[in-house]
């Protein structure tokens, strides 16, 4: 039951992204504009393929530094600037 919940959830992320994403990117007004469809599924692209280098960086660090914490909470905090570039700049 624990891995059908973890599944559940696991596809849930994965879904939104795919297919809310785009659409929310392209129907939010970023710097007094709307983007295209097709910018807004490049950004959302662009954020996945973020999303899986980051991924793999942050377990390779995790892996070789022996400090998952750390390494978790740093990248946590490294998207905070990402994001607010992501928002006004993206």
Known sequence: ANYALCLFFAKLVAYTFL???PFYISYTE???K???SETAGNMSTFFD???VIGG???GFLS???DARAITAASFTYFTIPALYLYRNYG
Do not use: P, Q, V
């Open 49 to 51: 393929i973020g999303g």
């Open 34 to 36: 709307y983007l295209t």
């Open 19 to 21: 297919y809310w994403l």
């Open 56 to 58: 793999i960086l942050a």
């Open 63 to 65: 892996d070789k530094l």
């Open 30 to 32: 970023i710097g007094g």
